[in-house]
């Protein structure tokens, strides 16, 4: 597996992430220090693999802290929801926040060490990568996720108020046809943020098969641990 830039002075191979020619010195492209968020947003809506290319490019990976934060309180709800259908008893407000924090944390280690096998697995392929352009194409790659939770949360709560967020009783008891509307919606969004996972390792890899498989075997695995993600209070 190979994604190098070439240099333009002696034509070396240098990895994508490389701002000067480890040979020559020379300049490779235009130095990118911070992540504009609002601009790598827009792009990610338009030019997905530029805005991955920019997001490897960048110095620093500003934001992604607060983002994987953003994507935890999603994951929080959406394990909520894979609770409901498992039949479990539903949340009680009384341990909400402790649940809520519970789940950003999960969402913080799932992230890291999905970052971290495809960085090891990347370079058993002879890719040469690093662990923090990898997280880093995770995090964005919840984009839609991070907009659903801005976007459609207060649609939530209008629509169903605090049931939404505890399932007691489900919102698809309370008011049916608004509610499988909502997740239809929900798993639409869902299957954009993981193209947008696999556009992002394509970006990494140029190999359209591996990005597809790498992509979904993280979500798979994600998806997994929250279904079977035990919630507060603990049944004997």
Same mark, same amino acid.
């Given at each position: 597996?190979?994604?190098?830039? @070439? ?19 020379? !300049?490779?492209?235009?130095? *990118?220090?911070? &992540? ?10 338009? /030019? ?17 802290? !607060?983002?994987?934060?953003?994507? $935890? ?33 999960? /969402?913080? %280690? ?10 090891? @697995?990347?370079? @058993? ?15 964005? /790659? ?5 907009? /659903?939770?801005? %976007? @459609? ?19 698809? &008891? ?9 997740? !239809? ?12 996972? *696999?556009? $992002? ?7 359209? &098969? ?9 979500? &798979?695995? %994600? ?14």
């Amino acid at each position: 597996m190979k994604n190098v830039q @070439l240099c333009p002075n002696c034509n070396a191979e240098n990895p994508i992430y490389k701002y000067s020619c480890t040979q020559c010195k020379a !300049f490779l492209r235009t130095r *990118i220090v911070n &992540i504009d968020l609002w601009h790598t947003i827009s792009s990610l809506l338009e /030019s997905p693999v530029i805005a991955f290319r920019k997001i490897i490019e960048a110095e620093h990976k500003n934001y992604i802290i !607060f983002l994987n934060s953003i994507i $935890g309180i999603k994951l929080f709800l959406l394990t909520i929801i894979l609770n409901s259908f498992r039949e479990m008893n539903s949340v009680r407000t009384d341990y909400f926040f402790t649940n809520l924090f519970i789940v950003i944390g999960v /969402s913080y %280690i799932l992230l890291v060490i999905a970052a971290y096998c495809v960085t090891k @697995l990347n370079q @058993l392929f002879g890719l040469e990568n690093r662990f923090r352009d990898n997280y880093s194409i995770l995090v964005y /790659s919840f984009l839609p996720l991070m907009m /659903s939770l801005v %976007i @459609l949360s207060p649609v939530h709560y209008a629509l169903f108020g605090a049931y939404w967020f505890t399932y007691n009783p489900p919102p698809y &008891i309370v008011k049916p046809i608004p509610a499988y509307v909502l997740l !239809f919606i929900e798993g639409l969004l869902l299957v954009w943020s993981l193209l947008l996972l *696999i556009l $992002g390792n394509y970006t990494q890899t140029k190999n359209k &098969i591996y990005s597809f498989f790498t992509g979904l075997w993280i979500y &798979i695995l %994600i998806g997994f641990i929250l279904y079977y993600l035990p919630l507060l209070p603990l049944e004997p």
